[in-house]
């Protein structure tokens, strides 16, 4: 499955989310942040939830939405949120379906042992449903301010 690309439609999708189903419809005329993580509770990833938290009123300010995909079940995402004290709403995929439409499940490299996961990514989805901005092997430090900025740029 080729990776989508700046400028091209965003995949759509329908999530578990903490509330009910989340789908890219019930985004449609807003911009969107969507990030891709590994797995709840750990280092990099509690960072990264915790980032994007602490500009979530400037996301807001700006009329950005903000929803981040791990494969983890909504009864982990709970307690992640619950512990961190997130403000970003988790969707789950257990089944990797809308990561796989995303381009986010790669072959990873750990000590010379090849496995399939989650690459740490995020995609900017502007009103119209299109792929703003891309970001793919994603660096936390300073990653949700760059974001931000993006999505004000819009």
């Known amino acids: 499955m080729a990776q989508p690309s700046e400028g091209d439609a965003a995949p759509d ?3 578990a989310g903490p509330s009910g189903p989340l789908r890219l419809a019930d ?3 807003k911009v969107l942040v969507l990030y891709f993580y590994p797995k709840d509770d750990t280092s990099g990833c509690t960072r990264e939830a915790q980032d994007f938290t602490a500009l ?3 996301f807001a ?4 939405a903000l929803l981040g995909v791990s494969k983890d079940s909504l009864t982990s995402h ?3 949120t619950a512990k961190y004290g997130l403000a970003v709403p988790l969707a789950s995929d257990p089944e990797g379906a809308m990561i796989e439409a995303y381009g986010a499940w790669v072959e990873k490299n750990m000590y010379g042992r090849k496995y399939m996961g989650i690459e740490r990514s995020t ?4 009103a119209s449903g299109k792929l703003a901005r891309i970001w793919r092997k994603v660096k936390v430090a300073g990653h949700a ?3 931000l900025k993006a999505a004000q740029a819009l």
């Open 27 to 29: 985004y449609q005329g």
């Open 123 to 126: 995609f900017l989805i502007d």
């Open 78 to 80: 709970a307690k992640f």
């Open 13 to 15: 999708f329908e999530l």
């Open 145 to 147: 301010a760059e974001v």
């Open 61 to 64: 300010k700006a009329g950005v």
């Open 56 to 58: 979530a009123g400037d």
